[in-house]
């Protein structure tokens, strides 16, 4: 009865157990078929765990971009803290907890920070911006590490640029650049550039919005990226046009800017993530709107403009509108995690195929909900990610997530030589995946049909009223576009 599984169990063991010696790999084997259940779990690619839970006094709502630097995580809270206006936090994952490093006031020090940090290149110090301030325009603030030395370095007028809602990151130039969400010459913010030290202000484009020389607005922009060229490239939910979202480059000194996209009003639109250059050369992004279902979706433009839908989100489980920005894993999957309504962990490949879903939060006290950064690669495989919601104190979650591309299982029940009456023969059997069947299915020639069922699966293989004997190819897929190997059963036509 176990041969189906065995034969599919004893090939996806090889790799695995090449280098082991044949007795363990016996041992291996016998273990296998005392428990098929513990046997799935021991050889699931993808694990997930809460390591921390956010709290109050030190971190309550985690969000925006953070940083994983000597074992530890930093990061900006958007609420709690001494005075409930946010604090930046370090929290060590090998514990799961959380220093406070520095509480906002409120004050001088401004509010509320919500696109969280970034670490300098050049210092080490992590920087990141945040609302309120002396002219209750926003600030631009840096931490040392571990977090002894906090310094607001600029307070933003308004006029020369407000309400910075998108992370900035430094340039290979050693500056600062980052988008305003308000103030500028039209009101609709612009691109700015600052010294690591808060010297050397300067707002180097004002946006124009729908039209004009810097078509865009600033307002909850995703932030800016270097490309391989220098210049800076970034992407803005509204303005241009349509008023539905611009892709725009710019040179560092601000002289150049070039809209290569204006999104249209139909399919995707107002993408609101900062962009991920891809080890292809091309930009990904994310718009929280437009497509079928007007979820947003998920796209991949060139730097100068040539543009693919990759896939939209729906009102599925799902999930839709993504914390933050895609990342690119070792592994060379596209990365992600979506806020609403509780969301999901992500992979799907640069094309765009094989969304799959690795976890789907459920929220309440044992996990978290609403992934509100980007995921953090630590090791190879392993992605950590924070929630601003869920968890212990519903104040959010750091959680780890394991995964690797796996390949689906297929099994027959009863044996692979059977005999058939009449003119057709009847299969079942189950399959298994670390993420999901998506589909079992079979052929006696080279077509594959699909089966009725997935993890319990059957098949009613028609045959030919002249053909006594028939050979049954089996195989199951997931979510990744993997295929289990082929199982075969060989049917003889009874007396
Ligand atoms: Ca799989």
């Not at 710019?250 to 150049?256: E, H, I, L, Q, Y």
């Amino acid at each position: 009865m176990l041969l189906g599984i065995w034969s599919h169990f004893v090939r996806a063991e090889l790799a695995f157990v090449v280098p082991m010696q044949k007795q363990t790999m016996k041992t291996t084997l016998l273990i296998l078929t005392a428990s098929l259940g513990s046997v799935l779990s021991a050889m699931a690619g993808t694990q997930y765990e809460i390591v921390a839970n956010a709290n109050a006094s030190e971190a309550e709502w985690p969000r925006g971009q953070w940083v994983y630097s000597a074992g530890n995580f930093y990061g900006a809270s958007q609420n709690g803290g001494a005075s409930g206006m946010g604090s930046l936090f370090r929290c060590d994952p090998a514990t799961g907890q959380f220093f406070l490093l520095h509480s906002f006031s409120g004050g001088n020090d401004g509010t509320s920070p919500s696109t969280g940090l970034f670490e300098s290149p050049t210092n080490g110090r992590l920087y990141g911006v945040n609302y309120g301030g002396m002219n209750n325009a926003g600030t631009i603030f840096r931490i040392d590490k571990p977090g002894n030395f906090f310094e607001t370095i600029h307070q933003f007028t308004g006029l020369s640029g407000g309400s910075p809602d998108s992370p900035p990151m430094e340039a290979s130039d050693g500056k600062i650049y980052g988008i305003a969400g308000s103030g500028g010459a039209f009101g609709f913010g612009g691109i700015y550039t600052i010294n690591l030290d808060g010297t050397g202000y300067q707002l180097l484009r004002a946006f124009t919005g729908t039209g004009g020389a810097t078509r865009g607005k600033g307002e909850e922009s995703g932030g800016l990226v270097e490309g391989p060229n220098g210049y800076l490239y970034g992407v803005t939910p509204s303005g241009g046009t349509n008023d539905t979202g611009v892709f725009f480059q710019m040179s560092k000194d601000g002289v150049t800017y070039n809209v290569f996209r204006e999104w249209p009003s139909t399919g995707l639109q107002r993408p609101n993530k900062r962009l991920l250059l891809a080890s292809d050369g091309y930009f990904y992004g994310s718009t929280n709107s437009g497509g079928a279902a007007n979820r947003g979706g998920i796209f991949r433009i060139s730097a100068s403009g040539d543009y693919t839908e990759l896939h939209e989100f729906d009102n599925s489980p799902n999930g839709y509108s993504m914390g933050g920005n895609l990342i690119e894993g070792t592994d060379g999957y596209l990365y992600g995690c979506t806020f609403f309504p509780v969301g999901v962990v992500f992979r799907l490949a640069k094309d765009g195929s094989s969304f799959a879903v690795l976890h789907r939060f459920t929220g309440g006290t044992t996990d978290g909900s609403q992934a509100g950064a980007p995921l953090i690669e630590t090791t190879p495989g392993v992605f950590h990610g924070t929630t601003i919601a869920g968890g212990t104190n519903n104040d959010g979650v750091i959680y780890r997530i394991e995964t690797t591309i796996e390949a689906p299982t297929l099994s027959v029940s009863g044996p692979r030589r059977v005999t058939f009456r009449g003119s057709s023969l009847r299969l079942r059997g189950t399959a298994a995946d670390d993420l999901r069947v998506v589909r079992v299915e079979y052929t006696t020639k080279k077509l594959y049909k699909p089966a009725v069922g997935t993890t319990a699966w059957k098949a009613r293989v028609r045959v030919k009223p002249t053909s006594s004997r028939v050979k049954v190819r089996l195989r199951s897929l997931d979510d990744d576009g993997q295929l289990s190997g082929l199982t075969t059963v060989r049917a003889r036509r009874a007396e």
